[in-house]
Protein backbone atom coordinates (compact mmCIF):
# COMPACT_ATOMS: atom_id res chain seq x y z
CA UNK A 1 0.00 0.00 0.00
CA UNK A 2 2.73 2.40 0.64
CA UNK A 3 4.32 1.82 -2.41
CA UNK A 4 1.25 2.82 -4.23
CA UNK A 5 1.19 5.79 -2.74
CA UNK A 6 4.60 6.91 -3.24
CA UNK A 7 3.87 6.53 -7.34
CA UNK A 8 0.57 7.88 -7.04
CA UNK A 9 2.81 11.11 -5.60
CA UNK A 10 5.77 10.62 -8.43
CA UNK A 11 3.45 10.49 -11.11
CA UNK A 12 1.31 13.48 -10.03
CA UNK A 13 4.45 15.37 -9.72
CA UNK A 14 5.58 14.20 -12.95
CA UNK A 15 2.02 16.28 -14.13
CA UNK A 16 2.48 19.32 -12.01
CA UNK A 17 2.53 22.01 -14.96
CA UNK A 18 3.24 25.99 -14.85
CA UNK A 19 1.77 26.40 -18.29
CA UNK A 20 -1.49 25.10 -20.44
CA UNK A 21 -1.43 24.59 -24.11
CA UNK A 22 -3.21 26.65 -26.68
CA UNK A 23 -4.75 25.17 -29.65
CA UNK A 24 -2.46 26.13 -32.66
CA UNK A 25 -3.81 25.09 -36.39
CA UNK A 26 -0.74 23.76 -38.15
CA UNK A 27 -1.23 24.37 -41.60
CA UNK A 28 -1.84 20.96 -43.32
CA UNK A 29 -2.15 19.41 -47.05
CA UNK A 30 -5.79 18.57 -46.79
CA UNK A 31 -6.61 22.06 -46.29
CA UNK A 32 -9.07 23.10 -48.49
CA UNK A 33 -7.77 25.05 -51.59
CA UNK A 34 -8.86 28.87 -51.80
CA UNK A 35 -10.28 29.11 -48.22
CA UNK A 36 -8.30 30.93 -45.75
CA UNK A 37 -7.12 28.97 -42.25
CA UNK A 38 -9.73 31.43 -41.03
CA UNK A 39 -12.77 31.11 -43.10
CA UNK A 40 -12.17 27.21 -41.63
CA UNK A 41 -11.99 28.18 -38.33
CA UNK A 42 -15.01 29.71 -38.68
CA UNK A 43 -16.54 26.88 -40.12
CA UNK A 44 -15.35 24.82 -37.02
CA UNK A 45 -17.03 27.46 -34.84
CA UNK A 46 -20.33 26.81 -36.20
CA UNK A 47 -20.20 23.31 -34.90
CA UNK A 48 -19.45 24.30 -31.77
CA UNK A 49 -22.51 26.51 -30.98
CA UNK A 50 -24.63 26.32 -28.34
CA UNK A 51 -27.27 24.42 -30.21
CA UNK A 52 -25.05 21.34 -30.10
CA UNK A 53 -25.80 21.34 -26.48
CA UNK A 54 -28.91 21.87 -23.85
CA UNK A 55 -27.89 25.01 -21.92
CA UNK A 56 -30.75 24.27 -19.66
CA UNK A 57 -29.18 21.26 -18.13
CA UNK A 58 -25.91 23.29 -16.80
CA UNK A 59 -26.27 25.24 -13.41
CA UNK A 60 -24.61 28.58 -13.12
CA UNK A 61 -21.71 28.82 -11.01
CA UNK A 62 -22.79 31.75 -8.50
CA UNK A 63 -19.94 33.85 -7.90
CA UNK A 64 -19.65 33.62 -4.08
CA UNK A 65 -19.54 29.59 -4.55
CA UNK A 66 -16.20 28.23 -4.77
CA UNK A 67 -15.59 25.53 -8.48
CA UNK A 68 -15.25 22.81 -5.57
CA UNK A 69 -18.93 22.66 -4.42
CA UNK A 70 -19.77 22.00 -8.09
CA UNK A 71 -17.41 19.07 -8.46
CA UNK A 72 -19.32 16.02 -10.84
CA UNK A 73 -22.16 18.39 -11.84
CA UNK A 74 -22.68 20.25 -15.28
CA UNK A 75 -22.21 23.98 -14.59
CA UNK A 76 -21.41 27.26 -16.68
CA UNK A 77 -19.99 30.33 -16.30
CA UNK A 78 -18.43 34.13 -17.30
CA UNK A 79 -15.61 34.23 -18.02
CA UNK A 80 -12.23 34.91 -20.14
CA UNK A 81 -9.38 33.23 -21.52
CA UNK A 82 -6.56 34.13 -19.66
CA UNK A 83 -3.48 35.95 -20.40
CA UNK A 84 -1.43 35.13 -17.47
CA UNK A 85 -1.18 31.51 -16.70
CA UNK A 86 -1.11 30.49 -12.80
CA UNK A 87 0.52 26.98 -11.58
CA UNK A 88 -1.92 24.20 -11.84
CA UNK A 89 -1.99 20.64 -11.62
CA UNK A 90 -2.38 19.14 -14.79
CA UNK A 91 -4.64 15.60 -15.49
CA UNK A 92 -3.45 12.60 -17.12
CA UNK A 93 -4.15 12.36 -20.88
CA UNK A 94 -6.99 10.01 -21.84
CA UNK A 95 -5.58 6.74 -22.97
CA UNK A 96 -7.35 6.45 -26.23
CA UNK A 97 -9.33 8.59 -28.76
CA UNK A 98 -8.32 12.17 -29.71
CA UNK A 99 -5.92 14.41 -27.93
CA UNK A 100 -7.19 16.65 -25.64
CA UNK A 101 -6.09 19.91 -24.96
CA UNK A 102 -6.69 22.75 -22.17
CA UNK A 103 -6.93 26.01 -21.88
CA UNK A 104 -6.80 28.46 -18.22
CA UNK A 105 -9.76 30.07 -17.74
CA UNK A 106 -10.19 33.27 -15.45
CA UNK A 107 -13.57 33.91 -13.69
CA UNK A 108 -14.95 34.96 -10.50
CA UNK A 109 -12.96 38.29 -9.96
CA UNK A 110 -9.81 36.56 -9.58
CA UNK A 111 -10.06 32.77 -9.76
CA UNK A 112 -8.44 30.53 -12.35
CA UNK A 113 -9.54 26.82 -13.37
CA UNK A 114 -8.08 24.61 -16.64
CA UNK A 115 -10.66 23.49 -19.35
CA UNK A 116 -9.88 19.97 -20.94
CA UNK A 117 -11.90 19.82 -24.41
CA UNK A 118 -11.16 18.06 -27.84
CA UNK A 119 -13.56 19.52 -30.43
CA UNK A 120 -13.81 22.73 -29.44
CA UNK A 121 -12.88 26.27 -31.21
CA UNK A 122 -11.16 28.70 -28.74
CA UNK A 123 -11.98 32.15 -29.31
CA UNK A 124 -8.33 34.11 -30.03
CA UNK A 125 -10.04 37.27 -27.87
CA UNK A 126 -10.60 39.04 -24.34
CA UNK A 127 -14.23 38.91 -24.66
CA UNK A 128 -16.35 37.25 -21.58
CA UNK A 129 -17.51 34.14 -22.46
CA UNK A 130 -19.92 31.64 -21.24
CA UNK A 131 -17.77 28.16 -20.30
CA UNK A 132 -20.48 25.17 -20.05
CA UNK A 133 -18.93 21.78 -18.66
CA UNK A 134 -18.44 19.20 -15.96
CA UNK A 135 -16.46 20.69 -13.06
CA UNK A 136 -13.89 17.49 -11.34
CA UNK A 137 -11.34 17.42 -9.46
CA UNK A 138 -7.44 15.98 -9.25
CA UNK A 139 -5.03 15.63 -6.56
CA UNK A 140 -1.56 15.95 -6.24
CA UNK A 141 1.19 17.29 -4.38
CA UNK A 142 2.92 21.04 -4.82
CA UNK A 143 6.46 21.61 -4.76
CA UNK A 144 6.75 21.63 -1.16
CA UNK A 145 5.12 17.63 -0.85
CA UNK A 146 2.24 18.85 0.44
CA UNK A 147 -1.02 17.37 -0.95
CA UNK A 148 -3.74 19.55 -2.59
CA UNK A 149 -6.50 19.17 -4.77
CA UNK A 150 -7.90 21.40 -7.84
CA UNK A 151 -11.01 21.93 -9.51
CA UNK A 152 -10.85 22.09 -13.52
CA UNK A 153 -14.07 21.71 -15.92
CA UNK A 154 -14.33 19.24 -18.93
CA UNK A 155 -15.24 21.57 -21.29
CA UNK A 156 -18.69 20.79 -23.53
CA UNK A 157 -19.71 24.57 -25.09
CA UNK A 158 -18.07 28.23 -24.74
CA UNK A 159 -20.44 30.67 -26.21
Not at 37 to 42: D, G, I, L
Request: net charge negative; with cysteine.
Amino acid sequence: MRTLKITTVVISLFFLSISCSSEVKPQSEDQEVGKTETEQVNTEEATSSSSSIDTESYMELDSDMPLDDYSGQKIWFSGTIAKEVNQHIMKDAPPFGEPEKNICIDYNDGEQTIGYYTNLTIPEDEVIHKFYGTADKITGTDESGEMITEYYINLDNID
